[in-house]
């Protein structure tokens, strides 16, 4: 079972809704990472925290915003999404530098 | 960029034979993780190996690293069905926080 916990597990929105993807770990990590996968893909890193600051943001586009309200909890808001965004997003943890943690992920659909 | 690269993209063999997998890489890492995902679930971290190890163990895991050769492998001995899933290596640069994925491997036991 992982200790990591995303909701909703699947979340179906129109290109003009307003959504967010919630990820919650209790270990103690100090960094969290959602992750965006395609199918038959490997997952694709969007955003870093550490220590609850941004750290890497890879080139990701304005309408995925991330969030770290404290050092268990990473939102991930949508907002004007398109249909080429539908995959599973993954939310994950680790201390820095340590093995990352993968919760179940949240299977995104845009229509 | 991708740095890890797998090997087979696909493996099919029999219940009770081994299955080895392959991981290249182009640059120095700290530490290179294998991961096992199940057909749309999230992933599963198998075996941490930092780059001053050689090999290590986990029940019918065995990963050996030749950073000479900047390459892995995954070695999963008298497989089950239940092991029949996607296999991917992920390397962590120094310095860095962000672990990139190879495009992995299926894997499909055959009862």
């Known amino acids: 079972d992982t200790e990591v916990t995303q909701t909703p597990k699947h979340l179906v929105m129109g290109m003009t809704n307003k959504k967010s993807l919630k990820c919650e770990q209790h270990?103690?990590?100090?960094?969290m990472y959602w992750y965006k996968q395609k199918a038959k893909k490997p997952p694709e890193l969007m955003f870093v925290?550490?220590?609850?600051?941004?750290?890497i943001n890879e080139s990701v586009p304005s309408r995925f915003s991330p969030e770290c309200p404290n050092s268990s909890l990473l939102n991930l808001h949508l907002h004007a999404l398109q249909p080429e965004d539908s995959a599973l997003y993954l939310c994950?943890?680790?201390?820095?530098?340590?093995?990352?943690?993968f919760g179940e992920g949240s299977w995104l659909t845009v229509v | 960029s991708q740095q890890g690269e797998e090997d087979p993209q696909a493996l099919s063999i029999q219940e009770g034979e081994n299955a080895t997998m392959n991981c290249s890489y182009k640059?120095?890492?700290?530490?290179l993780q294998w991961y096992r995902q199940n057909s749309g679930r999230g992933l599963v971290h198998l075996i941490l190996i930092r780059s001053n190890e050689r090999e290590k163990h986990s029940g019918r895991l065995r990963v050996t690293l030749d950073t000479s050769k900047k390459s892995s492998s995954l070695l999963i001995t008298a497989s089950r069905a239940a092991d029949t899933a996607s296999y991917f290596c992920a390397t962590l640069h120094f310095y860095g926080q962000n672990f990139v994925f190879g495009p992995g491997t299926r894997l499909s036991v055959l009862p």
């Open positions: 925290y550490s220590y609850e600051k941004l750290s």
């Open positions: 994950a943890s680790s201390q820095v530098g340590e093995a990352i943690y």
């Open positions: 270990m103690g990590h100090r960094a």
């Open positions: 640059t120095s890492i700290n530490n």
